[in-house]
């Protein structure tokens, strides 16, 4: 059984750890875009820590979408300003994958 298309109700950019240039036409680290894929993503847990006098909120959060070839741990998910480091990858189900992602929150979010 595949995915209802209606499940799928949040757009993501998925992206890849790529140097880029900057203003002066060097090269800096940097993610660029891969795709933008359908998904559903739910919030799971939090937690929140004080890390050098600035606390940092982090979230975990499931995420279902359709396969994509070559989506590897290396690369990460945006929506909007929003960055999500994919931490597990679960592709047991043909054609669907599963995530864990975290999103960290809060002054050192990167």
Known sequence: MGIRAGELKHRLTIEANTPVRD?????????????KVWAKLWAKSG???QTARANQAEV??????RSFAGLTTA?????GTRSFAIT??????????????TEKLGREAS
Do not use: C, K
């Not at 203003?23 to 795709?35: D, I, L, Q």
């Not at 975990?60 to 979408?65: A, R």
């Not at 690369?75 to 929506?79: F, G, V």
């Not at 679960?90 to 599963?98: C, E, K, L």
């Open 23 to 35: 203003e002066y036409g060097g090269m800096v680290p940097g993610w660029a875009p891969v795709a």
């Open 47 to 49: 937690q929140e820590r």
């Open 60 to 65: 975990s959060h499931g995420v279902l979408m």
């Open 75 to 79: 690369h990460r998910l945006t929506m």
């Open 88 to 101: 597990f990858i679960n592709d047991t189900i043909p054609g669907q994958f599963t995530l864990d992602v």
